[in-house]
């Protein structure tokens, strides 16, 4: 069974940056996707990044674009999340998912960020 820990979650200030990992165990990802959701407080969970475990393409939402990065470590099975130019819109639990249908998820971190 796959599991996925998110860490690197706080407080920031507006214009800040953080850095989200998740580590993942259980098993090779190399047909995986995996990625980084988020949910605010009222908000419906949304899609942040993805990238594809072999090969490492990405994808993110327009929102995010140009100011996060996704990357990933196949040495460690960790994903990282590179947060630039924070806005307090920004603020949510962020989420780690892999698997088809983005079938398992991680705890979530909470993400703070002060205007």
């Known amino acids: 069974q796959v599991q996925l820990v998110e860490s690197g979650g706080g407080l920031v200030q507006a214009g800040g940056s953080l850095r989200l990992s998740c580590a993942a165990s259980g098993r090779t990802f190399s047909s995986y996707h995996m990625g980084w959701f988020r949910q605010a407080p009222g908000k419906e969970r949304e899609f942040v990044a993805s990238v594809r475990w072999s090969g490492g393409s990405t994808y993110y939402a327009d929102s995010v674009k140009g100011r996060f990065t996704m990357s990933r470590d196949i040495t460690k099975n960790t994903v990282y999340l590179q947060m630039n130019s924070l806005k307090p819109e920004d603020t949510a639990v962020y989420y780690c998912?892999?698997?088809?249908?983005?079938?398992?998820w991680g705890q979530g971190t909470q993400v703070t960020v002060s205007s």
């Open positions: 998912a892999a698997g088809s249908s983005w079938s398992i």
